[in-house]
């Protein structure tokens, strides 16, 4: 494995346990309050998170091991963040999905061959996805939605 794809997974790895102790550092009162009138609370946005992990970069990096060039269907943002919120999920269950599905997708790459890295798929609209892509987005995704729980607690 190349040193840049030990990277990504450790990436992947260590952004789970990032958002992990965003969730753990949150005042519990903080948690489902937006920080502002528009916003998603850190509730919201460990939903999107979960959401986005398994349905979108999970889903898409296992078609991509097993299927010849698929084609990627559009998410629907909205309509699985709302139907998950009326579900009332604890954040806690959320985490574990969330933790586990980082683990999981790295124990599927980490004996990928290197070449096989880059088998792509397309989106009708954002055009093509290779594994490595997906891949790295994991990690950024997660980071990136950390940041915005500790922001929405902060100013909740």
Do not use: C, K, N
């Amino acid at each position: 494995m190349t040193p840049e794809h030990r990277a990504i997974l450790e990436r992947m790895r260590s952004s789970a346990r990032v958002v992990q102790r965003a969730v753990e550092a949150a005042p519990p009162g903080r948690f489902t309050r937006p920080p502002r009138e528009g916003e998603w609370s850190a509730l919201e946005t460990l939903t999107h998170l979960r959401d986005v992990i398994v349905h979108v970069y999970g889903l898409r990096i296992r078609r991509l091991l097993y299927e010849d060039a698929p084609l990627f269907a559009d998410f629907d943002e909205e309509g699985y963040r709302r139907a998950s919120l009326a579900r009332d999920e604890a954040a806690e269950d959320l985490l574990d999905t969330i933790v586990a599905e980082h683990e999981q997708l790295a124990r599927l790459l980490q004996t990928l061959p290197d070449p096989e890295w880059s088998r792509q798929g397309r989106h009708p609209s954002l055009g093509v996805m290779s594994v490595e892509f997906l891949a790295r987005r994991v990690g950024e995704h997660a980071e990136e939605h950390a940041a915005q729980i500790v922001a929405a607690v902060r100013t909740g």
